[in-house]
């Protein structure tokens, strides 16, 4: 039977995600992530990145550099231009099934005598981003994936073992984003076995 073709479609955190961890998923990977794209950059390469391969499955991730900007521009805007992005590809390919992933929590303290890429960001406003996220896929009846609460500690911070500068991910947090598609993507991917 024909794999499934999949496309993890993002920023950083998907350009860097170690794809060793999916190979034993069944599927067509397609890693469509480029480091340091906002929301607005996946818009404008959406066509070639995505829809040009008719994926089955398409995984988004995206937003973080969106906040990071000094022009932030508020949660609304951030999470419906994200929805807006994956309507717009369920629109062209009407058989696709698409998960939106909440942004990843952040450390925002300093690590040791460097400050963190996040300093002047709060996780509170992330979950903000991340509710306005959930609530309109719910709207739009698409599929969300709360990866905050997954890689989130106690304090609410990116624990500073998952991080190497208070955003980007070690191996050890890519571990639990690999285990949360896993537990996503098995049953979509079992009838082809």
């Given at each position: 039977?024909?794999?499934?073709?999949?496309?993890?479609?993002?920023?950083?955190?998907?350009?860097?995600?170690?794809?060793?961890?999916?190979?034993?998923?069944?599927?067509?990977?397609?890693?469509?992530?480029?480091?340091?794209?906002?929301?607005?950059?996946?818009?404008?390469?959406?066509?070639?990145?995505?829809?040009?391969?008719?994926?089955?499955?398409?995984?988004?991730?995206?937003?973080?550099?969106?906040?990071?900007?000094?022009?932030?521009?508020?949660?609304?805007?951030?999470?419906?231009?994200?929805?807006?992005?994956?309507?717009?590809?369920?629109?062209?390919?009407?058989?696709?099934?698409?998960?939106?992933?909440?942004?990843?929590?952040?450390?925002?303290?300093?690590?040791?005598?460097?400050?963190s890429w996040a300093k002047e960001k709060t996780n509170e406003e992330v979950r903000r981003?991340?509710?306005?996220?959930r609530h309109l896929c719910r709207k739009h009846r698409m599929e969300y994936i709360d990866?905050?609460?997954?890689?989130?500690?106690?304090?609410?911070?990116?624990?500073?073992?998952?991080?190497?500068?208070?955003?980007?991910?070690?191996?050890?947090?890519?571990?639990?984003?690999?285990?949360?598609?896993?537990?996503?993507?098995?049953?979509?991917?079992?009838?082809?076995?």
């Open positions: 039977m024909e794999k499934k073709k999949i496309v993890l479609f993002g920023d950083s955190l998907t350009d860097y995600f170690p794809m060793e961890k999916l190979a034993d998923l069944h599927a067509e990977w397609i890693n469509s992530g480029v480091a340091g794209d906002t929301v607005p950059q996946m818009r404008a390469r959406v066509r070639y990145d995505v829809l040009e391969h008719e994926p089955d499955i398409v995984i988004m991730q995206g937003g973080a550099n969106d906040f990071q900007m000094s022009l932030y521009r508020g949660s609304k805007v951030v999470a419906g231009q994200l929805v807006e992005l994956a309507e717009r590809i369920r629109n062209e390919i009407p058989q696709v099934k698409i998960w939106v992933e909440s942004l990843y929590p952040a450390y925002t303290k300093p690590i040791g005598r460097m400050p981003i991340n509710e306005e996220i990866m905050y609460s997954k890689l989130a500690g106690e304090d609410g911070q990116l624990p500073l073992e998952y991080t190497i500068d208070g955003i980007h991910l070690t191996n050890a947090a890519y571990d639990i984003v690999s285990g949360c598609l896993h537990q996503i993507l098995e049953p979509e991917l079992s009838d082809q076995i």
